[in-house]
């Protein structure tokens, strides 16, 4: 049995073969969440450029606050993956990784009140003119910058002189923000970071 389907938008029928166990067959293309809003243009790549840091403490090196406006009924920015580099050049303690603590809504530091803008903030679809609203906050941080509040949620370690690509799957609806801050041990020179939020904005109608 062949079903048609009328579609309104190309005024011609859509067809759907049913077999005699009742089972339809149909040609389907699949993709992810996080393709489709690519698709869309509704996927983002923020990156703070290079950092250096030069010493043993933890510095806010990463602050981003949603405060998006709402597509289709949704405001919620997912936030995909944390990438984290660190180079080798600093001298740092021998045996010891750097310590990259992900922080929960953080809302004051000195990383806030400098309000420096990260070096990367662009649409991972090259067609689409979307960009996130000027009101979310993107900033990056310099050595010895601070948060003051928020909750620690995450803790990653990584040797320097490497990459790492985290898989977080973090929420933040609109009002909640996302730090980063990071000890790379350094006890002489200068270590450089820097790191990146791939995400993407959630879209009303696939709820």
Request: hydrophobic share 35%.
């Amino acid at each position: 049995m062949d079903i048609r389907v009328k579609n309104a938008g190309a005024g011609s029928d859509i067809g759907m073969h049913v077999d005699q166990n009742n089972q339809g067959h149909v040609f389907a293309t699949d993709r992810t969440v996080i393709q489709d809003a690519v698709s869309k243009g509704n996927a983002y790549n923020i990156n703070t450029g290079w950092i250096g840091l030069t010493s043993s403490t933890a510095s806010a090196v990463m602050f981003f606050k949603n405060d998006e406006a709402p597509v289709n009924g949704e405001s919620t920015f997912v936030v995909d993956a944390i990438v984290v580099a660190i180079d080798g050049a600093g001298t740092t303690t021998s045996g010891d990784p750097a310590d990259i603590t992900i922080v929960r809504n953080p809302t004051a530091g000195t990383i806030v009140t400098n309000a420096v803008a990260v070096d990367m903030k662009q649409n991972r679809n090259f067609g689409s003119s979307n960009t996130l609203s000027s009101t979310t906050l993107t900033y990056k941080g310099v050595e010895g910058d601070t948060f003051i509040d928020g909750d620690d949620i995450a803790l990653f370690a990584l040797n320097q002189g490497n990459r790492g690509y985290f898989d977080v799957n973090m929420e933040l609806p609109k009002g909640s923000s996302i730090g980063v801050k990071i000890d790379t041990q350094t006890t002489a020179g200068t270590t450089s970071v820097y790191v990146a939020i791939i995400g993407h904005r959630k879209d009303g109608k696939n709820s």
